[in-house]
Every structure is written in structure tokens, then in C-alpha cells.
């Protein structure tokens, strides 16, 4: 499959009218943190959701199917909106411009870190999937370009054809100078410790860019007690989903194989580095009847191989747990844009009660090293 | 069905042999703790497994069926073990007498708040649950009548049959005088936020006894990515299990119907504290699409209708995270015994960097008003 850009954009007015409008209905709080004087906090976030025409155009089309993933809910709410209502956050997603840059600015945020919201290019066939990541992953390094000190972009790819998304992830890195990966956690309820997923995580290894494991909502092996009270969202069922994935990659030994892979996990480690504990000695190395291979602890493995960020958990307590457990250069900050509004969020780390040294880490230098960002 | 007692026993030698035979392979650290001088810590332990012949019978019994639910990995370990080989942990779980007194002497714990170990009663049909479920009563409570300054227990029942459930109930706190209630989860796939279970919640709250969700493996409904690497278990699918039944008690806005039921999670809280900033934001009341009635926030719930336990979760700084989160009145000390080692946990209380108050608090006093504890 081919895409059009400019056909497809011309299919898009309706969104992009809405995008358009919808900016000035932006739920974010616009007043900028008082500053101390002469000091300044430089924050890079780590986990911010944008989209492009294309992909929303596609994802409507998924929405006038019948499939009953727990994704759905959201591609509908979002991408399928009945006609004169403002989509949700469709704007906001839509906005790789000026309108974001002002609630950056007016939230004193230097920089985003873009990456394509869920559930990515990961609900199209393998065709679309690929050919859809490219169109993303070039319109954001696009906007990269045009705002180089205020973007920079994690590059997606399509897992339901493992060789033609290293092709892509190559690109992205050695052409596009992008930042690094996203991944919507399972692609068609399958998991990256399966071994036709390792040719990926072995080409992020040798990019040396970090893969970050974005939530989606539960696969459909997991699903059940996920159908009710909308548990399947960001509130329960997005930790879960991310979780396990992470946990599958350590109990299955798959990081035995990749020990420089660097893996980012959102919203506070998806709760896995409150888990170590228990994680370790149930999951220790030979204890669990010859069906798990894994040579390291999983804190081992979780020192190894992953970050975290604060994206949607926005409780200091966590945060000091979190440095405490697995080191301070390991924790990033993040906002969760727009699913999360931007002026808490900036309050969140400006009012953090640690050291001014460790709050430097997680506000913006372990971003620079993690994600190569060098502006 | 009845339950001749005398009979089952006869049926049981081979296990009650290997019982005995057991106790001295407990791979238990004998080594007392030091003591400071002047001061001793008491110490009821919150989450200490057991079992009875009867029950262990009945489950060998469901071992030899072809059931696909993930709790037979466990039901066919320790209840159908070969011949001739040591069953892992049943003589230990069966031993409700001296061999687990020398245990807690030797380590110079108190009191073991005995429960019929996971999955209860669960796995069998209404009639069966029911009357092992009184059968394995009596035996707890003839426990601790023999041991009364070390052993309290928990009562089981059968949510098969939520009515007699609710008459065994009422036997177990009016007339055997038991010091609260153990679920282990789901029950043939359901959790207790459907009304049909509403009475079991209701007598627990009327007769002002607490309510612990012990794990067992993910329902059905969500075990897929849990049938590799042995994830079904204690090292990650148990704290899944519990976590999301608590979550849809709390989304579903059931609690809002028993605002004086206490309800306990082990594992240090399965690490729903952990989540409680995500869960407001996420969870908050009116956000979910009416598919969630809660009026309150699932961290009012929280503090209204949860206590936790530090059970296989030996960690200071998540003890310390706990206490900051949800207050050291929520905290209780637990083994989880025989499934975690004894003198580890001892030493994880004895040690833990906290105030003395807070200490005892943990470590017998929140046991103490929980459950009812007066010797």
C-alpha cells in the first residue's frame, strides 16, 4: 500500500478543521510557574502523544469495524466522533505546531519528545501498518526539523512484519536522526519475547535507541475482567498490559540476548520497580519448574536494560520510592500530553522534594543521554 | 454432601505421613533473631497458610481432572505430588500444630493468623465448597482453642452458594469465634463486584469482620500471557489477580454500599498504593463514560475500606512508601508462610527503619484491631 499524502490530507479536512478549532479549547491550565529567582529548570518530557492525519484517517476506518479488541473503545471515542462534536484530544494530537508549542511555552516546557499515540500503526494489516509508520515517523521528524530545540521524536515501526520495521527503524535513526522507538506494548496480542520480534529489539540495540513500551489496552487473551467499569484505560488496564509485557521480557530470559537494549516504561515504571522485591525472589534464576530461563534477577535485568518516567503519576512519594529503588539517572520525566494536563505536571517535578542535582537528572539530563538529545 | 471426618482422615495417610515425615526438611533459618536488650517486639503474622486433609484430598482429587485453569499448575505440585517424593509445602501447610509452633519459637514470632491455604475452597462444586468449608473451620478453630496465645485464624466459605456462605459465616465469627474472613479471588471467574456476592460483602461488614482477597492465579478470562514462564504465579499473575478484583470493587462503586467493610490485600497491598495517584486521576468519579458508578476516589475507598500486608514483599522502602501513603494504621506485618522463608521476614520487621510506635503498630498492634486479637 502507497500512501497519498495529499490525498489522504484532503480526506482529513473535517479532523484538521477540528483540529484547528478545537485549540482554542485546549483544558490546559495556561498560567507559567513562578520561577525562582535565578534558577531555571530545564524539562525535557518524555512521553508526548501527537498523531497525523493519516494515521487518524486509518484509525477511523478501524473504528467501522467490528473488532471487539478493548482498543476500540478509544479508536472510536477519538477517531470517530460523531460528526460537530469536538473529538477528544483529536486536536491536541493533531497540533505538532504552534498550539502545542504555546501550552509549552506558557508552561515553561522546553522540549517534547513526540512520539505517535496509541495504538500506533499496531491495529492495521502489515501493508498499511509499514507504510503508515513511514508517513509518521517522516512528518515528525519533519516538525523536528522546522523546531529543533523544542521537538525531538521517537520513531515508530510496524511489528506485524518484523523485517520491513527494522528497515524502517534503521531509516528513522541513520536518516532521520530521530530519537529513538515507540511500541504500543502487544501488536495482535502478541508479545516482543517472542522470537520473531527479536530481530527488532537486536536492531535497537545496535542503534543504541531506546524502545519505549507505550501502553495499549489489554490483549484479548487478558481481557475479560478488563470489558467492565472501563477498566481497560490509562486508570487500570494500560499498567497491566505494560507490565506484564515487561515481565515477560525478563522471566522468558529474551534480555539474556540483549544486554545494551535500553527499554523506557511510562507512568512510574507501570508499578514494576514497586514489584522488584517479589519479582526477584519468585522469579529468581531456576525457580519456576524448568519453564522460565532467565539467567538474571529481574532487578538485574531491570538495572540493565530499563528507565522509567513519570508520565500520569504525579505523586512524589512514587517518585522518591522510584529513585531510591532503581538509581536516579533511571527515572525521566514526562507529561502525558494531552492526556494529562501540562501545568501539574510541570508543578509535579518543579515542587519535587529532592536534590537539586538528582531533579536536574530527571528533568531533563537523563532524557539527553537516554534519547541523544543534544540541544 | 457430608464430610465423615474419620473417614477422609483414613484416606489421607499417605499425606498426613508424608506430613510428619516432612517437618524436619522445612527449609526454614532456625537461627532466633538477636534480641535488643530490654525490648521485644511482638509479632502476629497476618497471611500464615494452612490446610486440612479433607482439603488437600479434595484437590487431589481436581488434579486429576482436565480443568485448563492456571491454579492447576499448583493444585497438581502439591497435591498430587508423585509417590514417594515430598509434596512442596503440604507438609508444612498441613501441620497446624507443633512442627509450625517450633518454626515460630525458633524465630521468635508469636502468632500465625492461620488461613486455609489457595484456592480454598473455590475450585469445587456449591456442595463440596460448602461443607469443606465448615470442615476446615472446625479444624482452625480446634487450633487455636488448643493454641489460643498463638494462633488466631480466618474462616473460609464457599461463594459457590453465597446464601450458605453467609450462614457459615455468621458459625464461624458467633460460634467458633474466628477473627475474619478469607477469599482467594476470583471464584469460577467472578469477583465479588456482582451483586450475587453482595451478601457475602454485606455479612462481612455486619459482623465487623475483615476480609482478605488472597491471591490464586489470573481467571480465565485473562490468563493467556500468563500460561508462559510460569507467570501465573506469586511472581506476577497472583498480585494481577488481586490488584484488579480490588480495582473493580473500587470503580464499580460497590463500596459505596459497605462503607464500613475492611477488606485486606497482602503483598504490600498487591501494589495498588502504589497506583492510588493514577487510579484518581484515571478513576475519578464521573470520568469513565458512565460505564463507572464510584462516588468516591479509588484513594477514599483506599483509606475507608483497605488495610494491607507486607506478605512476600520484604522491601524497607516500599514498607516506608506504604506507611507515607496510606498510614501506618493500614500496615500489617505478614510471613506468608510456608511459601516465604521465616527468619527473613522476622528480620525485615526487627530491622525496618522506622519510628518504634510505628514499629509495634506493624508488627502486632493493627493485627491486634483488624482481627480482633485479645491475648
Redesign the interface.
Known amino acids: 500500500m502507497t500512501i497519498d499524502r495529499r490525498e489522504m490530507l484532503g480526506a482529513m479536512t473535517a479532523v484538521a478543521a477540528g483540529a484547528v478549532a478545537g485549540v482554542a479549547g485546549v483544558a490546559e491550565g495556561a498560567t507559567t510557574q513562578p520561577k525562582k529567582s535565578g534558577t531555571r529548570l530545564k524539562k525535557i518530557a518524555t512521553e508526548e502523544a501527537c498523531s497525523v492525519p493519516e494515521v487518524a484517517a486509518a484509525l477511523r476506518e478501524v473504528a467501522h469495524t467490528t473488532w471487539t479488541n478493548l482498543d476500540m473503545?478509544l479508536v472510536n471515542?477519538i477517531y470517530n466522533a460523531p460528526a460537530g462534536t469536538r473529538a477528544p484530544f483529536l486536536p491536541e494530537l493533531l497540533d505538532i505546531d504552534a498550539g502545542r508549542l504555546k501550552v509549552m511555552d506558557d508552561n515553561d516546557v522546553d522540549m517534547h519528545l513526540l512520539s505517535l499515540t496509541a495504538p500506533g500503526v499496531q491495529m492495521f494489516d502489515a501493508d498499511t501498518g509499514t507504510a503508515l509508520a513511514t508517513v509518521a515517523n517522516d512528518a515528525l521528524a519533519e516538525a523536528v526539523k522546522k523546531h529543533p530545540t523544542r521537538y525531538s521524536a521517537l520513531a515508530t515501526f510496524a511489528p506485524q512484519d518484523p523485517k520491513r520495521a527494522v528497515k524502517e527503524m534503521e531509516r528513522a535513526i541513520n536518516s532521520l536522526k530521530m530519537n529513538g522507538f515507540i511500541i504500543n506494548s502487544h501488536t495482535n496480542?502478541e508479545?516482543l519475547?517472542l522470537p520473531k520480534f527479536w530481530p527488532i529489539l537486536e536492531a535497537a540495540e545496535a542503534l543504541d535507541a531506546a524502545l519505549y513500551i507505550h501502553p495499549r489496552a489489554?490483549?484479548?487473551?487478558?481481557?475479560?475482567?478488563?470489558r467492565?467499569?472501563?477498566?481497560e484505560?490509562?486508570?487500570?488496564g494500560y499498567?497491566?498490559e505494560v507490565?506484564?509485557h515487561a515481565?515477560?521480557l525478563m522471566?522468558?530470559g529474551t534480555l539474556d540476548h540483549f544486554p545494551k537494549l535500553k527499554i523506557v516504561l511510562g507512568?512510574?515504571g507501570e508499578?514494576v520497580p514497586?514489584?522488584?522485591?517479589?519479582?526477584d525472589?519468585?522469579?529468581r534464576p531456576g525457580f519456576?519448574?524448568n519453564?522460565?530461563t532467565n539467567k538474571l534477577k529481574p532487578s538485574e535485568y531491570f538495572r540493565q536494560n530499563f528507565v522509567i518516567t513519570t508520565s500520569?503519576?504525579?505523586?512524589h512519594?512514587?517518585l522518591?520510592?522510584s529513585i531510591?529503588?532503581i538509581g536516579v539517572d533511571s527515572v525521566l520525566w514526562a507529561i502525558d500530553y494531552p492526556y494529562?494536563p501540562t501545568t501539574p505536571a510541570v508543578k509535579f517535578i518543579e515542587s519535587a522534594p529532592i536534590p537539586d542535582a538528582d531533579k536536574q537528572k530527571v528533568a531533563h539530563g537523563n532524557a539527553e543521554r537516554i534519547f541523544h538529545i543534544n540541544v
Open positions: 473503545l471515542a496480542n508479545y519475547d489489554p490483549s484479548d487473551g487478558m481481557a475479560a475482567p478488563f467492565d467499569y472501563r477498566l484505560t490509562a486508570a487500570w499498567g497491566v507490565a506484564t515481565v515477560r522471566l522468558s507512568h512510574m508499578a514497586f514489584w522488584l522485591w517479589r519479582l525472589f519468585m522469579g519456576g519448574n519453564m522460565r500520569g503519576v504525579e505523586d512519594l512514587a522518591r520510592y531510591d529503588r494529562q
